[in-house]
């Protein structure tokens, strides 16, 4: 199904044993193996079936397909940048921003921690499953938090993704089980400020 599709499961920038002891090989093993892995096939699979039916001019549950559409693309497309936002870091208080995003952080947020403890915040309240995101308006030129519920509600449209964090309990749940933030105060120090100053810089504005 893999090959035939075009959606991708792509390589982590980095090994499974990498980003220990704050994600363990195994956990990001099968985070990335299994879960991931099977949103790439989802969405691949629905692109055969939608293909079909327009080529045999079948009838089709429009509704439901793209909400699993958009549940399978939404949780393939939030992944590959989860693990591109992330890379093996020393401890997160000397993990700071730097650079165009660090400044746009301070202004919107007036500091760093300020803008580390709503995003902990979000994270931390996302009702069921879903991801805490770092969003930016090229309309109002502000960055914004938001929600996103399973991995496809709650999002304003045409909002670019900056910065994700995973918070399915498949995320952490062999390493922290129930305890949620302790994995996000964990996530703080593998953010890759780097290369969310590259995405950020790298927006149309
Ligand atoms: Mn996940």
């Known amino acids: 199904m893999t090959e035939k599709g075009f959606y ?16 363990s090989e195994e956990q990001l093993k099968i985070h990335h193996q299994k879960h991931h892995q099977a949103y790439v096939d989802g969405a691949n699979s629905i692109y055969e079936k939608l293909d079909l039916a327009r080529k045999e001019d079948q009838d089709i549950d429009v ?16 992944h590959s940048l989860f693990w591109e936002n992330m890379a093996p870091n020393g401890k997160a208080a000397a993990n700071l921003p730097a650079g165009e995003i660090a400044e746009a952080i301070k202004n919107e947020f007036g500091g760093f921690e300020r803008f580390k403890k709503e995003f902990t915040k979000a994270a931390a309240s996302v009702e069921g499953s879903g991801w805490a995101a770092l969003t930016y308006c090229n309309s109002s030129h502000r960055p914004l938090i938001m929600q996103i519920e ?24 062999l390493d922290y089980k129930n305890a ?12 890759n400020w780097k290369a969310v100053d590259e995405r950020f810089k790298a927006m149309p504005r």
């Open 63 to 78: 509704k439901a397909i793209l909400k699993e559409l958009s549940w399978n693309v939404g949780g393939h497309l939030l």
């Open 180 to 191: 949620r933030a302790k994995f996000i105060d964990a996530f703080w120090s593998l953010v």
């Open 150 to 173: 399973k991995h496809n509600c709650n999002v304003i449209p045409m909002f670019h993704l900056l910065l994700v964090c995973d918070v399915f309990e498949h995320a952490y749940y």
């Open 8 to 23: 991708k499961l792509p390589s982590l920038p980095y090994g499974y044993g990498d980003l220990a002891p704050q994600i």
